[in-house]
Structures are given as structure tokens and as C-alpha cells.
């Protein structure tokens, strides 16, 4: 079973800067992709960055420029630095990732998915 704990968030000004962390823990051949999300109240699910094993890093266009991603995927974690934080950036941060869990399954093509217990941020005066 992977695991994955989340560290960061909490309340911060407009303007101001927040970090994310991430780790993932388990039986793991391979991290295919590590990425957050976030949860507004009312709102859906929304991919905010991710970044693919040997591939580029992704940005929803509303954080472009704001926030960056980065990660240590040789020790199963990912790090969200953001920056210029603005209200509506308010939400709970879930951290995400898509796995092999074996040898098999990465030849196979098969992936497996598993989600962070959320973190909350909060931009306010």
C-alpha cells in the first residue's frame, strides 16, 4: 500500500508565499507522475501542477509564473513553492501520484493512483 503525507499550508496574507510537501511511502517500482490538486468549497477537483518522471513539469495557467513545482523522485517526493498567493487561490491541496508497484506492471503499462489526506491553505487579510 503507498501512502503519501503532506506537509505545509496554513493561513498566509495576499502577496505571500506557502510551501508544499509531499512523500510518498510504500512498495514502489516506479513514480510515474507526482502532481497537487485542490479543492475550493463548491468547486471541483482541479489539477494544479504536476510533474512526470523524465518529462516536463505542468501548470494550470491561473498559477503560471505563481507557483513551481519540483521534486526528489529517486526519494518519492515533490515540493509546490507558491508564490504571490491570492484569495482565490484558497482551497485544500491534495497531493496525487501515479505508480508501478512492480516490474510487471510497468511493463505492462499499468499504473496505479493514490491521494494525500489534503492539506488546507487559506489567502487572507
Known amino acids: 500500500q503507498v501512502q503519501l503525507v503532506e506537509s505545509g499550508g496554513g493561513l498566509v496574507q495576499p502577496g505571500g508565499s506557502l510551501s508544499l510537501s509531499c512523500v510518498a511511502s510504500?512498495?514502489?517500482?516506479?513514480?510515474?507522475?507526482m502532481g497537487w490538486y485542490r479543492q475550493a468549497p463548491g468547486k471541483q477537483r482541479e489539477l494544479v501542477a504536476v510533474?512526470?518522471?523524465?518529462?516536463?513539469?505542468s501548470e494550470v495557467d491561473s498559477v503560471k509564473g505563481r507557483f513551481v513545482i519540483s521534486s526528489d523522485l529517486a526519494r518519492n517526493t515533490v515540493h509546490l513553492q507558491m508564490n504571490s498567493l491570492k484569495p482565490e487561490d484558497t482551497a485544500v491541496y491534495y497531493c496525487?501520484?501515479?505508480?508501478?508497484?512492480?516490474?510487471?506492471?510497468?511493463?505492462?503499462?499499468?499504473?496505479?493512483?493514490?491521494w494525500g489526506q489534503g492539506t488546507q491553505v487559506t489567502v487572507s487579510s
Open positions: 496525487n501520484t501515479k505508480v508501478a508497484l512492480t516490474s510487471g506492471d510497468y511493463a505492462r503499462g499499468d499504473e496505479y493512483d493514490y
Open positions: 510504500g512498495v514502489i517500482w516506479r513514480i510515474n507522475r
Open positions: 510533474i512526470t518522471n523524465g518529462g516536463p513539469t
